[in-house]
């Protein structure tokens, strides 16, 4: 974490516009640019064939359309109710993420510090884990109705303990010698948590918000299931009602590309949080040593 100080001056300095650094669409544009297209080989061929085998008659139209008839489908609802269902389910993980996962920054930092935080809240967060997250749906239900309260109460929930157990995790492995240093220059506590705790357990903290992200967009697909007139989740449950594999088939695709895109962005923001961290480390190390 900590570079020595003949690394630090070796640094190259550079001033003016160089020094600063690409914004974040420019980064997720330049990204874009770098994918390899060989990842594109089994998709492309497999709808390639899904549309060979339809037109040939070998798989029934009802079971599985053909990639041609999803893509009209998909143009149709574009002109209507779709991207009404997108921006409805994105705020949704959106504010179910963004509380969830506060919450579970400042818990997991204190029960990550303090062993006797740890020794009261975290057999309850452990059983609390274990309960699948459709078993608190009706009870969610029955205490905020079937508004939006109980969607980003469970979207929360699910966003809560992947970032609580990365980050609980990545405090407690941080390396006890550089608390030592901080406490040696008698830092005090909000310092020590500031400029070693969080740069070091930042890794964690990422891995924990990537994988809330992820179950964010499973919980908001199962509470639209149950109780909405509006969402991803809708349009499963109306395609399902329908007979409409089509439907079902468009929501499944929309679900993979949002939490792609999402999870990318975040992947570019992480790199640039572990710059941070790397730069500031040198200068925290700069400045105590």
Not at 89 to 108: K, M, N, Q, T
Not at 117 to 139: D, G, I, K, M, N
Not at 153 to 164: D, E, M, Q, R
Request: net charge positive; aromatic share 10%.
């Amino acid at each position: 974490m900590s570079l020595s100080s003949r690394e630090i001056d070796t640094e190259p300095h550079v001033t003016g516009r160089e020094t600063r650094s690409p914004g974040l669409l420019s980064k997720l544009r330049s990204r874009l640019l770098r994918i390899d297209l060989r990842g594109a080989i089994v998709p492309v061929g497999a709808l390639v064939l899904l549309e060979l085998f339809v037109r040939m008659g070998w798989i029934s139209p009802y079971v599985i359309p053909a990639p041609s008839e999803l893509y009209q489908t998909f143009l149709r609802l574009a002109e209507g109710t779709l991207w009404t269902n997108i921006a409805a389910s994105s705020l949704r993980v959106l504010a179910g993420f963004v509380i969830g996962s506060l919450l579970a920054v400042v818990v997991g930092s204190i029960v990550g510090m303090w062993f006797t935080a740890e020794r009261y809240l975290e057999p309850t967060f452990q059983a609390l884990r274990a309960v699948p997250s459709l078993a608190w749906v009706p009870l969610l239900m029955i205490w905020f109705g079937i508004g939006e309260t109980s969607k980003i109460v469970l979207i929360a929930k699910s966003a809560f303990f992947p970032v609580y157990l990365n980050l609980f995790s990545g405090i407690r492995n941080v390396d006890r010698k550089l608390v030592e240093v901080g406490e040696m220059y008698q830092q005090s506590l909000p310092v020590l948590v500031w400029r070693i705790f969080i740069p070091a357990s930042l890794p964690h903290l990422f891995t924990g918000l990537r994988y809330g992200l992820s179950l964010a967009w499973l919980s908001v697909v199962a509470a639209e299931l149950l109780a909405a007139s509006e969402g991803i989740g809708y349009m499963l449950s109306d395609g399902r009602e329908l007979s409409r594999p089509d439907l079902v088939l468009i929501a499944i695709f929309c679900l993979a590309v949002l939490g792609k895109i999402s999870d990318s962005i975040f992947k570019i923001v992480e790199d640039r949080c572990l710059k941070w961290r790397d730069t500031y480390s040198v200068s925290f190390t700069g400045r105590t040593s």
